[in-house]
Structure formats: structure tokens, C-alpha cells
């Protein structure tokens, strides 16, 4: 029993670790993960209700253990679609500034994104740590013990409610990259007026290193104002969480 008392938390940890950013990184070994999880459980586990009197290995035990790794998941996931909106404006903006053949390596995601992608990624991880709010997803999976005991499936309202979210990421991923979208249609305007009006320029040998000037500039100009919409992402993003784990 007291294992049980331990495993079934462990897995919604584990689970919300493997999805979740920052904790999720795949360049962090499975053993920190593994070992995360369980001295969270060792510190979560005496202040639960009790856990359902099954076995582990019986059906029951494995249905609660699945349980757990669709709400730990569906947490995590929450909370990654936060730099997914990131990451979306930075490949908006690269492919406006004729930066989208640029692409390096990102950890977070291993895989390739767009520099200016993985430059924003890399900002709001740093700002996501700066809020700590990594402290606030561990206090609401230590939260979710309470609003959605152990035993019990997340309501289906809470898909839809997961779904709704995920759709939302193209919102944020435009609103944080409108600015610069709209200061360089106005320089691809003015390029083309440029040259209608003065046919014998090399729109080629011009055209990119003014719009990746502008580019920067408004990048470097907008950067004040990133982490206040960052701010209210991550809130939203923890509101929706929480409501993903509370029964009706």
C-alpha cells in the first residue's frame, strides 16, 4: 500500500516533467527527470488523501496509472504551448526579414527552428525562469492532488478546454510578432514604390539589408514590451491548467 501511496503520484510528476518546458528539455538526462519525480512525490505524498486500496499490477491499478499520465501530460502540454506561440512569432519574423533558410539547432524542442525562433525561445525561457514560473507548475500539479484526487479522470470538458488553448496559440503567435510584420509590410512597400520609381536599382542588393535592419531595430525596440505579454501567457497558461484538473 505504501508503494502505491508513492507510484501513483510519481507518474502524474513524471508525466508534467517529461511535457512540461524547462523540465522537459531533451538535452537533460532521464535520470534527473526520474529522480525530480520521485523526491517531489516523497514531498507531496504524506499531505494526500489516501490513495485507492487496488494493486498496482491489478486492471484498476493500471487504468489509475494511465489516469495519471493523461493529466500530468495534458498539464505539461498546457504549459508548452506557451513558448510554441513564442517560437511561431519568431518564424513569422525570420521569414519576413529573409531569415527563414537561417535555422540552428534548438534543445528545447530537438529539432531545427529559425534563428530569430530559437532567439525568442532562448528569452523566454530566461523570462519564464525570471517569473518563476517553473515554482508556480510545481505548486499546481501539487495543487491538482487536491482538485482532482488521485482516482479520478479529468471531466471531457477539460479536452475541449485543452483544445480551445492549443487553438490560441496562433493569437499570441501574431500578436507578439505584429509589430515587426507590420514595420516590414511598410518597408516592402516602400521598396517596391523605390523601385517602380527607380527601375536600374538592384531590389536584390538593396532590399536585404534594409529589412533586416528594420528588423532588428524593431526587435531590439519591441523587447520592453515582450515580457508583459509573456507575463500574461503564462498566467492564462496556469489558469487553464488548473481548469483542466478540477471536476465539475
Do not use: C
Not at 62 to 79: C, E, K, R, Y
Amino acid at each position: 500500500m505504501w508503494l502505491a501511496t508513492l507510484m501513483f503520484p510519481m507518474v502524474r510528476l513524471l508525466a508534467l516533467i517529461s511535457s512540461a518546458p524547462i523540465f522537459g528539455n531533451k538535452q537533460a538526462p532521464m535520470r534527473v527527470k526520474i529522480g525530480l519525480a520521485v523526491l517531489l512525490a516523497i514531498v507531496i505524498a504524506p499531505t494526500l488523501d489516501p490513495m485507492p486500496a487496488v494493486p498496482l499490477g491489478s486492471p484498476q491499478g493500471l487504468l489509475i496509472i494511465v489516469q495519471q499520465i493523461i493529466i500530468g501530460t495534458a498539464m505539461g502540454f498546457t504549459m508548452r504551448l506557451i513558448f510554441t506561440a513564442v517560437e511561431m512569432a519568431g518564424e513569422f519574423a525570420g521569414l519576413q526579414m529573409g531569415l527563414g533558410f537561417a535555422s540552428f539547432y534548438n534543445p528545447q524542442s530537438a529539432s531545427f527552428s529559425p534563428v530569430i525562433a530559437q532567439w525568442l525561445g532562448i528569452i523566454a525561457s530566461l523570462a519564464f525562469l525570471a517569473m518563476n514560473g517553473h515554482l508556480m507548475m510545481l505548486s499546481l500539479v501539487a495543487e491538482s492532488f487536491h482538485t482532482l484526487p488521485v482516482g479520478e479522470m479529468m471531466p471531457a470538458k477539460s479536452f475541449y478546454t485543452a483544445a480551445q488553448w492549443g487553438a490560441s496559440i496562433f493569437a499570441y503567435g501574431l500578436q507578439i510578432s505584429l509589430p515587426l510584420l507590420a514595420a516590414l509590410l511598410i518597408t516592402n512597400l516602400a521598396l517596391g514604390i523605390l523601385t517602380r520609381a527607380a527601375q536600374q536599382l538592384n531590389l536584390f542588393a538593396i532590399g536585404f539589408p534594409i529589412t533586416l535592419a528594420v528588423g532588428f531595430f524593431i526587435l531590439s525596440f519591441s523587447m520592453p514590451y515582450f515580457s508583459p505579454i509573456l507575463d500574461r501567457i503564462i498566467g492564462e497558461a496556469l489558469a487553464t491548467a488548473l481548469k483542466l484538473v478540477k471536476l465539475p
